[in-house]
Structures are given as structure tokens and as C-alpha cells.
């Protein structure tokens, strides 16, 4: 998970995160969320309506542990990441030991 997330700031400092659980949302369903990375500790509704959006648009969800998305991506706090970078996101997927969706 460490590897996950340090890639996750390298990621979010290259400028191809979008964060906020809204924001993610608007991504998933506009195309450009490549996958999506969602907190332990996120509130339920954020979960089902992020977790409910990538599901039918089948992309990738990677659950991360609790607060840890939020310090990796440098934003304490944030719950849901979508990531608009292809090759970002599978290494992303990668490491999370997902299969490619």
C-alpha cells in the first residue's frame, strides 16, 4: 500500500488527479477518470454514489486505507480521487493487485 500511495502523490503533483467526492463523479461519468481511489473512512452516501458511478461505467475502484488518501495526495481529508492519467492508472491497478477492468 505504501508503494500505492507514494505513487498516488507523484501522481497528484503531476497534476492528474481530480479530488472531491463530486468532483470524481463528474469525472467517472464525463470519461476522463481512468480509476478511482476511495478512503476507508469515507462518509456512506460518498461511498455509494462513487462506488454506484464507477460500477456502471466499469472503472477500476481501489480502496485505500483509512486517512491515508487525503496525506498521500498532500489534501488531509479528501475521500475519493479520480485518476485522468492512463499510465498512472495502471500502475496504479498494478499495484493494487485489482485485475485490469
Known amino acids: ?16 488527479l481530480i479530488s472531491g467526492e463530486k468532483a470524481v463523479v ?28 464507477c460500477a456502471y461505467r466499469r472503472i477500476p475502484l481501489i480502496r485505500t486505507q483509512e486517512n491515508a488518501l487525503g496525506i498521500a495526495i498532500g489534501k488531509p481529508g479528501r475521500m475519493a480521487v479520480a485518476v485522468t492519467d492512463p499510465g498512472f492508472a495502471q500502475s496504479l491497478i498494478r499495484l493494487s493487485g485489482q485485475p485490469d477492468a
Request: overall charge positive; hydrophobic content about 50%.
Open 26 to 53: 463528474a469525472a467517472v461519468r464525463g470519461g476522463s477518470a481512468h480509476c478511482v481511489l476511495l478512503d476507508a473512512a469515507a462518509a456512506a452516501n460518498a461511498t455509494k454514489s462513487v462506488t454506484d458511478a
Open 1 to 16: 500500500m505504501t508503494r500505492l500511495l507514494s505513487l498516488l502523490g507523484l501522481c497528484a503533483r503531476a497534476g492528474k
